[in-house]
């Protein structure tokens, strides 16, 4: 066992009350007006989560906070009884639903460590399932940290001998009972340090760093948690130095640029009307089949539509939902971000769409936005969308580890073929909603969208979460090509 | 029975393919037209409800609508199988939650009349109790159409034969397995129908009619569905009268308004530290073990704090908030309304944050402030604060009606210690946040509030979720006094 993460603390006499509260006072002041510059500039946020040993008074040291700060900018949520909506969903999910928009603070009671950990204790889990958790959990940490949040990891230690004293007290006075976790981690506390140690180990980063509190002393304990909250809310609060607003993306040679992979796909194929009918009912007919299957086995699909303006998204799009049972399929079109949504994460927007066990979701583009339209436009910096790609894929393994079998479509055309059906649009009454500047202006940019493409279809192709190209110069091809894909691919899922 | 609602079809020929096709043509730009014109105004949403009997293709039609109109503004929700987080809330919960923003067109595929009518059907709930429901629906649809949503009702019927030979006929194909619904209603058909029938007879109303369609031949069903729906939008896109905004609340006479209620409230008794402490210990101890005993039981509370600038509604909240264990307690400030929340109702931003069972929420502020600031600051049309009092009234039953306690303060300062308390603040350095030159124009209008508040108290006091008023001049008297009416309250209750 590792001691040096935990040492015992050396016996410091018990800090006095008057002590306490002549520190206290000047604490409080200095969190409240941190905790307002923090709400004022509105552009980061912090997150607090509070783990740590049983009966360490996790409880009492999170009303203290609440009582501190201004209970208008703190949110706290315990995470201690999963709803069937929560366990229906990756494990993710219901923390990214709980997460503290900019400006404010989050107090996370339990954790995304919780369930890893104890399962662990208990033999659950094996020791290669736990790495691959804490490694999840260092990438959404980074993820967080990089947009901006501000992370307080705050774990409570107390001495075997300590927390024995503190159980038997509480046996002895009756003052409340054992909670079921203290009497299951009681003669198990070797092994859940030793566990902790390793989880701690593998999660310490200087964008997350743990802060290890000796909890035998309660009024030390709640005065050191108040030093590393205004340590971090006084970092919080200085002025972030943002990268420059970039450039658009420009390709970076004259002639056009063209990404390898979409020339290589053949647009000049179109098939027969007949054949293609029968098989259009025939993919239909067995996407409907399957569709209830996978409801029957509890198991979600994402699929994500992305593709050049006038590819034929829409069309391919209600191919697939009108031949899914209503009540089994959500179509979510993404467009601009609510403010809600803007004081959230870039992922946050997805998550939340994210479906219970057994339904379907149909993203009408998608994340990808960020590596796409946003780099392109210049709307992310570099570091922004070079990082995108590892964020993506933590996202989609994520939802693969959830149970989730995630699809995802390129729509392809060729640019004369685009032209072609920009003037269709624009000529025809009942269309001509459906082309506006912004096509023009991104047909404009194709080159510059072929590189990007380019290096989405290198770098986000992992096997939880493949990419197909469709050559959509033909319409009605397009559309059985897309249904016989996610056929296939359900078929091998189920 | 009651066959006027549900006259048995005549027996029409089977509506032709051509005939369709040519129909649905044209219906079919229409209606993205409108859709388009909706989501482009941006003010009003609609809402379409799909029920009716079984098998009578309610999936087939659902799956036309998404066929026919544009996916992006479009979202269809199944209610069929609960979730534990909606169990644990009032039902109306699962229905505001799913409320289409201003601008796009909800599907409820089963809604608010599914659950009453199955229970009364399987003589699970009483008239009274089914009536009961009725007239809270009906509460609820005029609510929604009061604030601009356009109610779409269908009732889908097939006459009793009819719906034999389709059950027939699919047991005989095997095209699909009967669903449990229809094995369930199938020896129940008149019973049904009769339930059925008084359920559209309540709730029958001008802003929220019902339709119903025969459901005997698909594609005459589907086209009557089209130009319901098509009739709906352009009601819905038709420039609205709004009233014209109004003046400030002015109190009617040149003498400070009093309300008589407050005017009766002792501001004079203040009482010995000695015995505050010890009260309030006592007060504190047993909220705390009275929130573990509703957890236990899965009752959950709402407190309301409402309250004069300054009367001390931080410092209550906190005494109480620190109460009880930080996993049991939730605070909701309410501030300004986001975006996603102004697109909604105005009580969808408070059903959000209805808690799970077992646990109290306490809001800062709260759906009051319609008949409050809103009102007095003329944000509110006459019309709409006039009606908010049996909209508050409603929301609160529905709470009540699923279990949760409701209580309400009202923390009353004289206006003289107002502002002693101003000027305090104001020379304050720590507290000087907490006042601004809203406070200042808030206190000037102080008659305008005691006339609204007088009407609150008047119309809003209901035994479901009564108001205490406390009187706040002295301020540990005053959280003394609300700790131990929530007692009182709990203690009543569980």
Redesign the interface.
């Known amino acids: 066992m590792r001691t040096e993460r935990f040492p015992e603390s050396p016996e410091l006499p018990k800090l006095g009350k008057a002590e306490f509260a002549a520190e206290e006072i000047a604490l409080r002041?200095q969190l409240?007006l941190r905790q307002?510059e923090l709400r004022a500039a509105g552009a980061r946020s912090l997150l607090v989560i509070v783990s740590g040993v049983e009966s360490a008074g996790k409880?009492e040291v999170?009303?203290?906070l609440?009582?501190w700060l201004?209970?208008?900018?703190?949110?706290?949520v315990?995470f201690?009884d999963e709803?069937?909506?929560e366990r229906e969903r990756p494990r993710a999910w219901r923390f990214w639903r709980e997460l503290p928009p900019r400006g404010s603070i989050g107090?996370f009671?339990g954790s995304w460590y919780t369930q890893p950990i104890v399962e662990r204790v208990f033999r659950r889990s094996s020791r290669e399932e736990f790495d691959g958790e804490l490694a999840e959990i260092a990438s959404l940490e980074r993820l967080l940290a990089a947009d901006g949040t501000v992370l307080v990891k705050l774990w409570f230690h107390l001495g075997e001998k300590a927390q024995e004293r503190r159980l038997e007290r509480l046996a002895r006075h009756g003052a409340r009972a054992l909670t079921p976790w203290e009497k299951r981690f009681r003669s198990r506390y070797r092994r859940f340090v030793r566990i902790s140690t390793q989880a701690l180990d593998a999660t310490d980063a200087s964008h997350a760093p743990w802060h290890v509190i000796d909890a035998a002393d309660r009024r030390r304990r709640d005065l050191a948690v108040g030093k590393i909250l205004l340590a971090a809310l006084e970092r919080a609060v200085q002025p972030q130095e943002r990268e420059p607003q970039m450039a658009p993306l420009a390709a970076r040679s004259a002639a056009p640029a063209r990404s390898p992979i979409l020339a290589a796909v053949d647009l000049s194929s179109t098939r027969e009307g007949a054949e293609l009918r029968e098989r259009l009912r025939a993919a239909r007919a067995a996407l409907d089949r399957l569709s209830w299957k996978a409801r029957e086995q509890r198991r979600s699909t994402v699929v994500v539509f992305e593709g050049w303006d006038a590819a034929g998204k829409?069309g391919a799009?209600?191919r697939v939902?009108?031949a899914i049972?209503?009540?089994?399929?959500?179509?979510i079109?993404i467009?601009a971000p609510?403010?809600?949504e803007r004081a959230q994460h870039y992922l946050w927007r997805f998550w939340r769409h994210v479906p219970?066990a057994g339904y379907v979701t149909i993203f009408?583009r998608s994340w990808y936005g960020r590596v796409l339209v946003e780099r392109v436009e210049g709307l992310a910096t570099e570091a922004e969308w070079a990082r995108a790609f590892d964020e993506l894929a933590h996202f989609e393994r994520e939802l693969a580890r959830g149970g989730i079998i995630v699809q995802k479509f390129w729509l392809h055309v060729s640019a004369d073929e685009q032209l072609r059906r920009f003037e269709g649009r624009a000529s025809s009454a009942?269309k001509q909603?459906k082309i506006g500047p912004e096509d023009w202006r991104n047909r404009a940019r194709w080159a510059d969208y072929e590189l990007a493409l380019q290096d989405i279809f290198t770098h986000t192709s992992i096997p939880e979460a493949p990419w197909e190209i469709v050559p959509a110069n033909d319409k009605r091809g397009a559309r059985v090509h897309v249904l016989e894909t996610l056929v296939r691919r359900l078929t091998e899922a189920l």
């Open positions: 002041e409240l307002r409880s999170v009303n203290r609440n009582e201004d209970a208008r900018g703190v949110r706290t315990a201690w709803s069937d909506e107090i009671f829409g799009i209600r939902s009108s049972d209503a009540r089994l399929c959500r179509v079109p467009a609510t403010d809600e219970r009408d009942v909603y």
